[in-house]
């Protein structure tokens, strides 16, 4: 596998697979999927041939360029996109309680 990882915290942000073709300009990466402006090499480290842990997923890990570390702050993006729609519904609920004691 192929990870990119950001520079400043040495999260691993993506992977790829070793057939993918990734590369890693100064200011973008352009792979066989995608190109994304803003991540490049003042930014972000390519490694390769890497064996990704169990349950990696974008940003769940730190990498030096040798070893795997869980990364604490990690949330899963499904439990996280679930609160905030729990969040939403309560505000939007509320609003619209209050416009509704507002206009009787």
Excluded at 34 to 58: C, M, S, W
Excluded at 91 to 99: A, H, I, S
């Amino acid at each position: 596998m192929k990870i990119l990882v950001r520079k400043s915290d040495m999260v691993a942000v993506r992977a790829f697979q070793d057939s993918e073709n990734v590369v890693l300009d100064q200011d973008k990466y352009v792979s066989t999927r995608d190109i994304v402006y803003g991540v490049g090499r003042k930014t972000h480290a390519l490694y390769q041939n890497v064996t990704l842990p169990e349950g990696f997923a974008p940003e769940k890990f730190f990498y030096n360029g040798s070893v795997f570390a869980p990364n604490p702050d990690w949330k899963d993006p499904a439990t996280v996109r679930a609160d905030e729609d729990a969040a939403w519904a309560g505000t939007d609920k509320d609003r619209l309680e209050k416009l509704a004691r507002e206009t009787r």
